[in-house]
């Protein structure tokens, strides 16, 4: 027997009941992800493996079947790049969720790719350590966080998640599983192929598990709230603070309408003299960490001596419950914007002199395409997040083109942290130097010869079905 009754059979005596669905019998989280592109794809089958060796019979049955496999964590990504293939197959590691090991000597955890970030952290706390990686979305899986090479606020100081990954275990579309890398700081020992792994979508090979570096857990911490006249001093006061040795983990720009939005959302007031209110239009928010009292205390007045200089309305330092509070109502605008009816993201990075210059001209583009765009950003890093409102779809991916080459023109890059999915596979393709898509396509041919890896994102020429 072949075909799909016979696949469908070897997965259900692999996997056991309960660990694999049929259409049209899915769960409707498992058709989509958060991309503000509202698509859920019918997938053949919906399959949660619990072991390596399940993944790799899995990868065995599809290869053999030819049939297009998508890896999915949490589905919290932002670009479609979890959205099944019609009538394809998903490899959910949903429940490949379990810390393998945990070195607290050598700051070195092993997990598997199902394991949230939040299940991590509080793995993590007991023993004064952390995953300095902090993108806004804790119930995100490191599988996931490893495939779109996720960043966040605290990249600025700790950067993102290749800089915090040493080793990979994944499985090739052939079902071969390979080991790279390992619990080790440094490695010169051949090609890295974990970080060209990372960041790969999905499109190279299913990770099973990741060997992590991990940080110690800082005691001192002070939010700090920075009031501007406009956004470009906001944005001029950023090169001195990163320059200054301050070394903040968080560095983020808000306009007025976002904060505005996110404030009343959370339901917050920031305490904001009226005075400075009615002048502000643009905020920074700036954290500082640090081991001691009197080193943060020292590291505050260093701060706002910095931003007087630069032109800041005045300088709250936020405590203990507010500052968490505000963090939380940054990391909720995504769904902010999704509520206030968005069409659309912008993850663009430049660098980060550059960002006043890219904001200006998006305000302009966008006034050419009757759109609104208004957001925030980890402007410590010159990544500019936009939410973009123009319901219309052809003038919206005119205007998605023409801002996402504007970020290009600026020296920047399309995506900063969302990866390219299948949202801007279109705008990739047209805005990346050919020979850089070709030589990338002979390297998804080495790993996946069939094809059959994430098809239909930012290498292939066939549009996403
Ligand atoms: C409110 C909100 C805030 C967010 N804030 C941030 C932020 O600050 N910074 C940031 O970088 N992102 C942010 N994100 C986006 C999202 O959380 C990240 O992209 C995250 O890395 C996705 O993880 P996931 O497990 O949900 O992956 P999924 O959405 O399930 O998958 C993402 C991609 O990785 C692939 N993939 C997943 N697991 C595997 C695996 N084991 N092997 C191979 N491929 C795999 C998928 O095929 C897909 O291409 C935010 C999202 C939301 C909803």
Redesign the pocket.
Known sequence: MTGPSSLRTSLENLLGPGAVTFSPYHAPDDLH??SLHPVAIEPFAVTYPTTTDQVAEIARLATRHRLPM?????????SG??VPIPGGLVVS?ARMNRIRSLDADDHIAVVE??VTLRDLDAALEPHGLRYPV????T???L??????N????RAVRHG?TRHHVTGLE?VLADGTVVTTGGPVVKNSSGYDLTQLIIG???TL????AITLRLSPRLAHTATVLAPFEDLRSAAAAVPPLVASGLEPSIVEYVDLVTMAAITSASGLTLGIAPAIAARTSAYLVIVLETRTREQLDADLEHLSALLGGRGVLDVYVLEGAMAQRLIEAR?????VSKAAGANDLIDVVVPRSRVPAFLAAATDIAARFDALVAGCG?IGDGNVHLSVFQPDDERRRALMLALLGEGVRLGGQISG???I?RDKQAPYLALTDPTLVELQRRIKLAFDPWRLL?PY?HLDERAAP
């Open positions: 992800d958060e998508t890896a999915r964590g949490s589905g919290t990504g932002l790049g979890a590691f790719a199902g902090y993108p806004g979305e119930s995100g899986s599988g996931g966080n490893v495939n779109t996720a960043g966040g606020m993102v994944a790969s979508e999905g090979a299913l990770v099973t990391e909720r605008l995504f769904w980890h942290e969302h990866g999915g994430n994102r």
